[in-house]
């Protein structure tokens, strides 16, 4: 079967605990978390998570019926491309030389990217976009060199008139 | 008025229906134990927390309750967790209750603090810790609906000494407008479809077969499975858990499935045309090799639990539905059929295995069980624990009711059967009951040998001794090449001086030549052992080896 990235969203009480009987189903499938993403959504006592795992298809109808077992997650649904609308957010602290900065600022207007903070010898850059778009930043900036990266994981919400 | 936290915890479990509950104190569980003497709910003092899950567990399964042990914090909690788990592949309706370290030291590797609910997260339907008074009624009728709705299972609240020490203002006729979250089968708008589908497949099928689960007593839908299995003239199997749901003298009973079951239902399911799958979940020790199940077979499959459904057998027709409730709507649409050609098939597949086969295949263990069910009271509830026990017993004793047969099918827990007949006999006093074990699962257990004297339990108890972990010595014998290694348990204990010393009445005889033995321990008042010395080479017959499927067995009359 083929693997590829497959985008679970679910709406979950947002309690203590929640996470990690959420997190556990993953785990005991044998499945790993490649991102995740949790945070309230409009009424404060439910979260969103959203979460990738390179899997096969046999997955989603696995994962979807052990966390829906769950009590306190409330509906569970699998986001697919061309249907939904993906984003991820990533910043990159990168050290610098003076050589590099010029190149930075310059490219960074070409990418559509944000300097959040500029040093003289230290820079974090904010990249925000699809999944492709993003990677294309990271393999450009990759020469440079990087010192941190933090990553939001992709977020997803489907498009409203798309049927599942 | 002002009530304590553990005031409000036994008013709601009163409110739930609780008599009993199955528990041993420690300093964080006392506040509980404090209020307890002023509730009339009976608390029974095991002497060992896993004693108190198993007893729970046993009283839910003869019951239909939903039990409930407690223990306190830290080694409490754990010793409890075999049983939570046994109960969770079972499915058996707990409520757990622990004592937790005080609020303030949660998380701070106080003394006897374990985090439970982290522990138990994989074994449980769900877990609450409770942080404040003012939750604890609301906890408590979500818990016992969580705990008995759907596919039944364990459900554990974890309580904070100081939270069931403190006072709080909750008004008697106030019944907190409670939600339960309790997740119900999302009402298939397919399902009249679905359910017509079902019942075309059998009535066209020319080889059907009912395929029934545990959760067919769990639903209580027993009676509307035997109406249509008369209907339809329908032949039937069972898992191991499913044994005793339908009881039938006629030819319809064909035994039950799997690694250690009868031969004769493992080769009519494996000829048959169309099965219909009610409430079981296709265990490895039920299937078998996956691929090479029922290899002619449609299957449909009908259970509560979404997450039964082709998760291991890809179903060709599904309905996730309580049980009782699909019944009711299927059986009108199965066409009543003679079937006669099937049924003599089947016959003749019968008399060519030897009607007296089921009788033989146990050798004098099963002759024993037969004499002893004779012997026992009608209406007699029988426990097994885990091993050749176990498949001697349900594979000799006839299972006439749907919770005459108590086993712990899904887990294999050894040591199950002692304390888990206590609960039994605590919640059906009226009803014999007897458990069998081997001595490996006794010894597991053998504390509560104390308790059974301690409340005088006339629960009967038979120990099969042979000296060795008899199951594991087949399997070493047969693939592993006879080599015996770590199995002899030896016969230095004199397992009725043992008994006698506990204050319960015991008596030994050998499989052979047991009938005086028999005779005292059915007539005898009160609780009596019964040691049953047994030939270590005598195995359990036929018996599917590991990655065979279930036609591939060793002892079998074909193949």
Same mark, same amino acid.
């Given at each position: ?58 997955f989603i109808e696995k994962v979807k019926k052990q966390l829906n077992r769950l009590v306190d997650?409330?509906? +569970? ?14 910043? &990159? ?11 930075? +600022? ?8 944000? &300097? ?20 294309? +930043? ?15 994981? +992709? ?10 | ?13 009163? #409110? ?20 307890? =003497? ?96 003012? %939750? ?18 364990? /459900?554990?609240? @974890? ?12 008004? =008697? ?35 059907? /077969? ?6 067919? #007593? ?43 079951? !009868? %031969? ?25 090799? /996956? ?13 509560? @639990? ?6 291991v057998i890809k179903a060709d027709i599904s309905l996730v539905c309580d049980i009782h409730e ?29 009607? @007296? ?13 037969? =004499? ?63 458990? $069998? ?27 099969? !001794? ?17 080599? $015996? ?5 030896? !016969? ?42 047994? =030939? ?24």
């Amino acid at each position: 079967m083929r693997m590829r990235e497959r985008i679970i969203a679910m709406r979950v009480n947002n309690k203590p605990g929640v996470l990690s009987r959420v997190t556990g189903v993953f785990g005991r499938l044998g499945y790993n978390i490649e991102s995740l993403c949790v945070a309230e959504t409009i009424s404060p006592e439910i979260s969103r998570i959203t979460s990738i795992t390179n899997a096969d298809s046999d997955f989603i109808e696995k994962v979807k019926k052990q966390l829906n077992r769950l009590v306190d997650v409330l509906d +569970v649904t699998e986001l697919v491309p061309g249907q939904s609308a993906q984003r991820e957010m990533i910043l &990159i602290g990168i050290d610098l030389d003076q050589k590099d900065r010029t190149e930075i +600022v310059r490219s960074i207007g070409m990418f559509d990217c944000k &300097i959040i903070s500029m040093r003289s010898d230290y820079c974090i850059v904010q990249i925000a976009g699809s999944r492709e778009e993003v990677e294309t +930043v990271i393999n450009f900036l990759r020469p440079f060199s990087i010192d941190k990266i933090a990553r939001t994981g +992709v977020l997803a919400l489907r498009y409203k008139d798309s049927v599942s | 008025m002002e009530k304590t936290g553990a005031e409000i915890l036994l008013q709601a479990l009163r #409110k739930e229906g609780v008599e009993v509950i199955f528990g041993y104190p420690g300093a964080n569980s006392l506040p509980i134990h404090d209020s307890l =003497d002023e509730s009339p709910i009976r608390h029974y003092l095991v002497r060992h927390e896993q004693a108190a899950a198993h007893a729970a567990d046993g009283y839910a399964r003869a019951t239909g309750k939903v039990g409930v042990c407690m223990g306190t914090s830290g080694p409490g909690a754990t010793n409890l967790v075999t049983g939570i788990a046994t109960a969770y592949m079972d499915s058996t309706p707990l409520v757990v209750l622990t004592g937790q370290v005080t609020t303030e030291l949660l998380g701070s590797d106080a003394f006897q603090e374990t985090d439970i609910i982290g522990i138990t997260m994989p074994i449980t339907k769900h877990s609450y810790l409770v942080s404040d008074p003012s %939750e604890v009624k609301a906890t408590v009728k979500q818990a016992f609906e969580i705990a008995r709705s759907g596919r039944p299972g364990p /459900v554990l609240i @974890d309580l904070p000494r100081n939270v069931m020490a403190a006072k709080f203002e909750q008004s =008697d006729d106030e019944d907190a407008a409670v939600t339960v979250p309790v997740k119900q089968p999302v009402e298939s708008k397919k399902e009249k479809k679905q359910l017509q589908q079902i019942a075309n497949y059998m009535n066209m099928s020319e080889r059907p /077969v009912i395929l029934i689960g545990g959760g067919v #007593k769990l639903s209580q839908a027993c009676e509307e499975l035997a109406g249509l299995i008369e209907k339809g003239n329908i032949p039937f199997v069972s898992t191991m858990m499913g044994i005793g749901s339908v009881y039938a003298s006629n030819g319809f009973n064909l035994g039950f499935i799997g690694t250690h079951g !009868n %031969e004769l239902a493992n080769r009519i399911v494996h000829d048959s045309d169309f099965i219909l799958t009610m409430g079981a979940r296709f265990s490895d020790r039920s299937t078998s090799i /996956v691929k090479e199940f029922a290899p002619l077979a449609t299957i449909a499959q009908i259970d509560i @639990d979404p997450s039964s459904i082709s998760k291991v057998i890809k179903a060709d027709i599904s309905l996730v539905c309580d049980i009782h409730e699909a019944l009711t709507k299927l059986t009108p649409l199965v066409e009543r059929k003679e079937r006669r050609e099937w049924l003599n098939r089947i016959e003749k597949e019968r008399n060519f295995l030897g009607r @007296d086969r089921p009788m033989k295949e146990c050798g004098p263990a099963g002759a024993f069980i037969r =004499d002893v069910q004779m012997a026992m009271p009608e209406g007699t509830i029988a426990i097994t624990d885990v091993g050749l026990n176990q498949i001697w017993t349900v594979r000799s004793w006839e299972t006439k009711t749907p919770r005459g047969m108590i086993t712990p099918g899904g887990l294999g827990t050894m040591g199950f059967g002692l304390p888990a007949a206590m609960g039994v006999k605590v919640g059906m006093p009226d009803h014999g009951v007897i458990v $069998f074990s081997g001595d490996g699962g006794f010894f597991m257990n053998i504390q509560e040998l104390a308790t059974i004297s301690y409340y005088n339990l006339p629960v009967k108890i038979v120990v099969f !001794n042979n000296g060795h972990l008899g199951m594991i010595r087949q399997i070493q014998d047969l693939f592993y090449g006879a080599r $015996f290694n770590d199995i002899e348990l030896g !016969n230095k204990v004199d397992i009725v001086t043992v008994a006698r010393g506990f204050g319960i009445q015991a008596d030994r005889v050998s499989v052979e030549d047991s009938g005086s033995g028999i005779e005292k321990m059915c007539t005898a008042d009160g609780p009596f052992l019964l040691e049953v010395l047994v =030939d270590p080479d005598t195995y359990v017959f036929p018996i599917i080896p590991p990655g065979r499927s279930n036609i591939d067995m060793i002892g079998g009359r074909q193949g």
